[in-house]
């Protein structure tokens, strides 16, 4: 009997030593709360590497991914140099077009080789790569670019608690109204209550302002002319055929020089002529006239 009362607690001791070694291997602990908690090693679960921009070979700055989960207000400035500029704006509609977006802003100006074109973009957010890849891939310059993001998640998770906590405060004064007996007790809870439904339109235009730019992204695009490059005109070998054709180019407009000097001298040499003429006769008349000593 005394065998069997020291043998029930060994029983009992093995038991629980070996329900601890099933629980550690099993990555099971248990919590205040007697829920289980898994442990996972520090080797299990690999960090995702940070997402980092692709800078195109022509210089727009296209940006890999974006966490989903946040709200980003999505921005870009792209110049660029283009033959004709008012042609490639055409082209940058179309691109904003097909991905969804629309054009808030156009202007165009100059005229000939000196045309200028200036545009606002504005697509979806989740369509913004899609567009810059598109338009890098036009036939253009690209002279400086850059692609900016605001992260506006904090500000606008507090705008929407903010918002539910006056949507509440308005149903409370709601309540109070319908419960008031005087009116004295009216007029003070519906001017409250005034007060409050001005701040919540205050707080929902605020909300719908920055969930509209969130939810479409803004490129903007300046487009100029094109660099004309300078012409340069290498010596070429002697020719001596090309150097008879000058001579003889320049040959005859000597010629030419002389006959029309020839021909001018001909056509007014008389009026010097008549002068010396009209001056001999004038002479010759008053040695006649004049007596003999």
Do not use: H
Request: with cysteine.
């Amino acid at each position: 009997m005394k065998r069997l009362v020291w043998l029930a607690p060994a029983l009992l001791l093995l038991a629980a030593c070996s329900g601890a070694g099933t629980t550690a291997s099993s990555g099971v602990t248990s919590t205040a709360g007697g829920a289980p908690a898994y442990a996972v090693s520090k080797d299990a679960i690999a960090a995702p590497a940070p997402a980092q921009g692709n800078t195109a070979p022509n210089g727009v700055p296209i940006p890999l991914a974006f966490d989903p989960t946040r709200s980003i207000i999505l921005t870009a400035n792209i110049a660029m140099r283009a033959a004709d500029p008012w042609a490639m704006s055409d082209k940058a509609q179309a691109v904003a077009a097909g991905v969804g977006g629309d054009v808030i802003g156009l202007n165009t100006s100059g005229g000939g080789d000196q045309r200028v074109a200036s545009l606002t973009l504005r697509v979806p957010s989740d369509r913004f790569t899609d567009a810059l890849r598109q338009l890098r891939a036009l036939d253009a310059e690209v002279i400086s670019s850059n692609v900016d993001g605001k992260d506006v998640t904090d500000q606008f998770v507090d705008l929407k608690a903010r918002l539910v906590a006056k949507q509440a405060e308005e149903q409370r004064y709601n309540a109070l109204l319908v419960r008031a007996n005087t009116i004295d007790e009216i007029l003070k809870i519906d001017s409250a209550l005034g007060t409050v439904r001005t701040q919540i339109e205050q707080l929902q235009g605020q909300v719908n302002s920055i969930a509209a730019r969130t939810q479409f992204s803004t490129i903007t695009v300046s487009i100029m002319p094109a660099l004309v490059p300078p012409v340069t005109t290498t010596p070429g070998a002697w020719d001596p055929a090309k150097t008879v054709a000058v001579a003889l180019g320049t040959l005859a407009a000597v010629l030419r020089g002389l006959a029309d000097v020839t021909i001018w001298v001909l056509v007014f040499a008389w009026i010097p002529l008549l002068a010396l003429a009209v001056l001999v006769v004038l002479t010759r008349g008053r040695r006649r006239a004049m007596p003999a000593a």
